[in-house]
């Protein structure tokens, strides 16, 4: 199965101006556990994922003032979306992430997630068993 199949396309973009709070609640609202950062100014995408929320509590930040600029990681692993499914995990394994950001010619076409490789596991492996 390749990426194209199992990422999510409906991708949550937010700025780097965007207070963390501001983000976590686009995040929570929409159940996903990452956001993209499209940043005008600069080249690339950056991803800023519950965990990076997570790190700036944790170090006594405050969420209504810091803002996803400064807490997101701009040296992204992309994936392609004609990877298998099996490669992605593979990346993801090697850097420690959770989510990749899906790239088709320059442009976001959506994420994949730890929780979309393992609904799609999950699926083959009930349809291997009936």
Do not use: N
Request: with cysteine; charged share 20%; net charge negative.
């Amino acid at each position: 199965m390749q990426v194209r199949e199992a990422m999510s396309s409906q991708v949550l973009v937010v700025g780097p101006e965007h207070t963390l709070r501001q983000a976590a609640r686009m995040m929570s609202a929409r159940g996903v556990g990452s956001a993209v950062v499209i940043d005008p100014e600069s080249e690339g995408v950056g991803i800023m994922t519950e965990r990076d929320v997570l790190k700036a509590i944790g170090a006594g930040l405050d969420c209504d003032t810091e803002r996803t600029g400064a807490h997101l990681t701009w040296d992204v692993v992309y994936a392609a979306p004609e990877w298998t499914v099996a490669e992605a995990a593979a990346a993801m394994a090697r850097g420690g992430f959770r989510h990749l950001v899906v790239l088709d010619g320059g442009e976001v076409a959506g994420v994949i997630s730890v929780r979309d490789i393992m609904r799609v596991w999950a699926q083959s492996e009930v349809a291997a068993t009936t």
